[in-house]
């Protein structure tokens, strides 16, 4: 098992207001044009400078209905050209004829990852969302559209770098996830699209000690609150990356632990620079 993990954030600015609700006449909610162009010229950016790093990104995070699906076919190719698995909020898949729409996160996984892929071939899983916002609910009845639910929950197994969970922003408060993920899990990846910043980054750190894993929240950077938190003991290494201020594109790559925890996790090794597994966590091995 590694003893890092890079993770790339491309935090980009989308206005959901001007992109699904700007005018009242129109009742349907896909991203508008100039919302598309500006998100995808974004995402260009963002994937240029990744690619100038010299230690690139294993797996590259965009924020909740950041990418246009339109976007979709030049992501694949980013995600081969970088070797890098992408975990992308995609805008509304709608059908029109149940006038039902899903919130979806696409992730793009080349198919010699990890490590780098030159045969451009791809697999691609989607993730919809459980639970919508109050608000984000109202503003698609508002324009006669129903929210169509997904309970599933997924555990990706990511070979070197550990096991990881992704949370579509107000699933991030779901207690059920949480029990389901705690002991499984060495990562756990949201987008969101989120303007209570502060309470989200209290959610982080609280859910990093009792899943006692990685929590990294890769927000809009039209709201800012990107946060990056790790189970370490020392209050100043805990968090590994936060971003404060609106409306501000950024990328950035952080490096997350993975042996360590798992195998503090497993009980195999204690870790001082780590914090001790909270009560009842693995039943508390003595190691």
């Keep these: 098992m590694n003893e890092t993990l890079d993770v790339g954030l491309i935090l980009t600015r989308l206005d959901c207001k001007s992109a699904y609700y700007r005018d009242r006449k129109n009742s349907h909610p896909p991203i508008s044009k100039l919302e598309e162009y500006e998100a995808r010229r974004e995402l260009r950016e963002g994937f240029r400078q990744l690619s100038r790093c010299v230690d690139k990104p294993q797996i590259i995070l965009a924020p909740e209905l950041s990418t246009p699906r339109s976007f979709l076919t030049e992501l ?83 070979g070197p770098y550990g096991t990881f969970g992704v949370a579509n922003c107000y699933d991030f408060l779901d207690v059920e996830m949480h029990l389901l993920y705690r002991t499984n899990i060495q990562h756990l990846f949201v987008l969101s699209y989120n303007k209570d910043v502060m309470s989200f980054r209290h959610t982080a750190e609280s859910l990093c000690r009792t899943l006692y894993c990685n929590v990294v929240i890769c927000n809009t950077g039209f709201y800012g609150g990107s946060v990056c938190v790790a189970p370490y003991k020392l209050p100043h290494r805990r968090v590994i990356y936060n971003s404060e201020g609106n409306y501000l594109f950024s990328t950035q790559i952080i490096k997350l632990p993975v042996k360590s925890i798992s195998e503090q996790q497993r009980g195999v090794k204690h870790y001082p620079e780590l914090k001790d597994l909270p009560p009842g966590f693995m039943n508390n091995k003595d190691v």
């Design 76 to 158: 694949r190719r980013h995600s081969c050209s970088l070797g890098a698995v992408c975990i992308f909020g995609l805008d509304y898949r709608l059908d029109s004829i149940s006038r039902t729409a899903k919130n979806e996160i696409v992730i793009i996984i080349p198919e010699r990852w990890p490590g780098k892929n030159f045969n451009k071939k791809t697999f691609q899983v989607s993730i919809f969302k459980t639970h919508p916002s109050p608000v984000e609910r109202k503003a698609l009845r508002k324009r006669k559209w129903i929210f169509s639910s997904d309970n599933r929950l997924w555990l990706f197994d990511a």
